[in-house]
Structures are given as structure tokens and as C-alpha cells.
């Protein structure tokens, strides 16, 4: 029996995975910068049209979890959708930190739809001097 193939069938099936809306099982990717910034690193994640009670964030161990959901927007019932290419969903990110970074106090603000973490460099972690200690005399090893 000969079998018929369509060599773009995966790629349409790949096409339509990435444009489809994110799910809570399956979200999609958000965009990220991440960079350092005197004693704290900073991560900015593209947010646009979610909502900040929307965002979800989690810090487990050294693993940090950033989950928002974008939720159509209401309309009213005289209005016809000509274009739609906003994506809506679940978008979702994991980031493994550094174990010199300080978790128990990460900073969040969100405004105009950018998400912006502030992770403080641990104490630990910064760079100090070590003082030498010089000794108080000559020993001698006799045998």
C-alpha cells in the first residue's frame, strides 16, 4: 500500500503548537533580559495586556517560576473581531538562580507591562579583602 506524504505536515503541526495559546499544562514562552546591575541582578520580563494580579511568582530552592495570564479583553455584544493576533493565554518561565544570589529578598515591580525582578547579590558571594597576618618571630624545627 503506498502511503501518500506531506513533507510540510510537521511543519504546520509545529506552526500551529507555537501560535496557539498557552494552557496552565503547556504555557508559551515570555521574553526576557537578564543583567547585572551594581550588587543586584535584574530580570524584565514583556508582560503586555497582563493584568499584575495575573502574574504568578514562585522561588523554590534556587529555582525561580514566572507564570501570567493574558485573558481576552471583554467586549460587547455589537462588536465583530476583524483581527485578532494578540496572543491570549499562558506564558511561563524558569530561571535556575545562582546559589550567591538572595532569594529571601527579591524585589517585583510590574508598570506598563514589564515585569522587573531585583535578586540581591548574597553577602557571601561579594568580593572582600583578606587581611595577612604577619608573624611574631622566626621558629626553628629541630630534629
Do not use: C
Amino acid at each position: 500500500m503506498l502511503m501518500r506524504t506531506d513533507p510540510f505536515r510537521e511543519l504546520d503541526r509545529l506552526t500551529q503548537q507555537l501560535m496557539s495559546p498557552g494552557t496552565w499544562s503547556r504555557p508559551s514562552a515570555m521574553p526576557m533580559d537578564a543583567y547585572r546591575e551594581g550588587d543586584e541582578y535584574v530580570v524584565a520580563f514583556d508582560l503586555p495586556g497582563v493584568t499584575a494580579d495575573a502574574i504568578d511568582i514562585d522561588v523554590e530552592r534556587n529555582m525561580l517560576t514566572v507564570k501570567a495570564e493574558r485573558r481576552p479583553v471583554a467586549k460587547a455584544d455589537d462588536v465583530q473581531m476583524e483581527l485578532s493576533e494578540r496572543p491570549l493565554g499562558v506564558f511561563s518561565r524558569q530561571i535556575v538562580l545562582a546559589d550567591t544570589l538572595d532569594t529571601e529578598h527579591i524585589r517585583a515591580d510590574y508598570d506598563a507591562g514589564v515585569l522587573t525582578l531585583r535578586i540581591p547579590i548574597a553577602e557571601r558571594a561579594k568580593p572582600r579583602k583578606i587581611s595577612i597576618g604577619v608573624g611574631s618571630g622566626r621558629k626553628e624545627i629541630s630534629g
